[in-house]
């Protein structure tokens, strides 16, 4: 248990909390979770599931149905071929970290990762027995990485490669050219790729690649895929991986071991969720990008803070180094003298340090009053906390 981790988000989240018990006012940017409802089409079918019986046990890797419908989306939108015999369906994306890890990894191996990165990542990596690689994303580099960095790590020791794309906490998106290079280096390795694709659907420009695309690396990646970004079903708690078929298998037995299943109306939901209009999708992914628009464009005129302009996801990212404070003392100073709850870059992986995610996924009018309150205590940052 000393080698897991756990997510801050969660811990500003209890600290803002309090905050707000003692009648302050706080514009919450801490937690990455779409401030939509879930579509009614998906809410209506899970209600007709619940009318229907749909409350009991079900097959371990997901019901055939939805196993299916995410097959088919998964081939229309990646441009490849798969089947439900590839499919597992898990309560929600953490368990498609957790178990292939679990089943994959033992001590010696070492896994490299995006670094600031999802910090369940490494946790993860650790609690297996495995060592942790981080692997530095790069602010000139859109938030990408140096191949030839990346290169330098691979050895006969290294079992698994983490991609995350579009990114948290950074909003990166790994270009094509990238991810093909990425590939023609792991392909004739004995490496397996956990692509964590969890915010596949929101992006703002060019369509996000997956390394499963590119020749040879079907057979070799896990993709990480679900509903709780896309279809703002944070709580409805369902996700699922789609992977070879002796990966599954290692999935099931874990999976019957700890859940036994995902619950079964969910999984009708989830159905709906597929095969659904993407209307509410189409209209969430353009709210995010006026928000994302005019957000960044206030931050950037904050006296100390720089921040690129995030290729999807729903994060900003602002390099906060010119404030003269670090990232840590940062987010609590904002959190408490201008109520504003964002998170220290620090808590994604030591290359997070001298950042602040906050995650645009609340109204423009909250995102543009956050902005007003961190310029009027801007003023004061050099001689409110020294840096650590």
Not at 31 to 46: K, L, R, W
Not at 127 to 155: C, H, I, K, Q, Y
Not at 166 to 195: C, H, M, Y
Not at 250 to 275: D, E, H, P
Request: hydrophobic letters at 40%; a negative charge; one cysteine or more.
């Amino acid at each position: 248990m000393s080698r897991i981790g756990i997510e801050s988000a969660f811990d500003v989240l209890l600290r803002a909390r309090a905050l707000e018990a003692q009648g302050r006012s706080v514009i919450h940017l801490e937690i990455g979770e779409p401030d939509f409802a879930s579509p009614p089409h998906v809410v209506d079918a899970a209600k007709r599931a619940l009318d229907e019986g749909w409350t009991h046990y079900g097959p371990t890797q997901g019901q055939p149905e939805l196993r299916e419908a995410i097959a088919a989306h998964i081939s229309r939108t990646r441009g490849i071929s798969v089947g439900p015999q590839n499919v597992s369906v898990v309560p929600g994306g953490k368990p498609i970290i957790f178990f292939p890890m679990l089943a994959l990894l033992e001590e010696g191996d070492e896994v490299i990762y995006p670094n600031p990165g999802f910090p369940i990542y490494e946790s993860m990596i650790r609690f297996s027995g495995a060592t942790p690689v981080p692997l530095p994303l790069e602010e000139s580099r859109g938030f990408s990485f140096d191949l030839n960095r990346f290169e330098s790590l691979l050895n006969e020791r290294t079992k698994m490669v983490v991609l995350n794309s579009p990114e948290n906490p950074t909003g990166g998106v790994i270009p094509r050219e990238d991810l093909k290079a990425i590939a023609d280096l792991l392909r004739d390795r004995d490496i397996i790729v956990l692509s964590d694709e969890i915010y596949s659907e929101i992006f703002y420009g060019e369509r996000p690649v997956s390394i499963a695309e590119f020749p040879g690396m079907l057979e070799k990646t896990i993709l990480l895929d679900g509903f709780s970004k896309t279809y703002a079903m944070t709580g409805w708690r369902m996700g699922y991986g789609v992977m070879p078929e002796w990966i599954v298998d290692a999935v099931n037995k874990l999976m019957v071991n700890s859940n036994s299943c995902t619950a079964s109306f969910t999984q009708r939901a989830g159905i709906a969720a597929l095969t659904g209009p993407p209307d509410t999708v189409d209209a969430m992914v353009a709210e995010f990008r006026l928000r994302r628009d005019a957000f960044v464009a206030g931050l950037n005129q904050i006296p100390g803070f720089r921040c690129p302009m995030p290729g999807g996801a729903f994060y900003a990212f602002p390099n906060v180094t010119g404030t003269g404070m670090s990232s840590r003392d940062l987010s609590d100073y904002l959190l408490y003298e201008a109520g504003v709850a964002g998170l220290n870059g620090g808590s994604f992986g030591e290359y997070g340090d001298g950042y602040i995610r906050f995650s645009y996924a609340n109204s423009l009018p909250n995102l543009m009053e956050a902005v007003s309150r961190i310029q009027k205590v801007s003023s004061r940052w050099e001689s409110a906390v020294p840096v650590r």
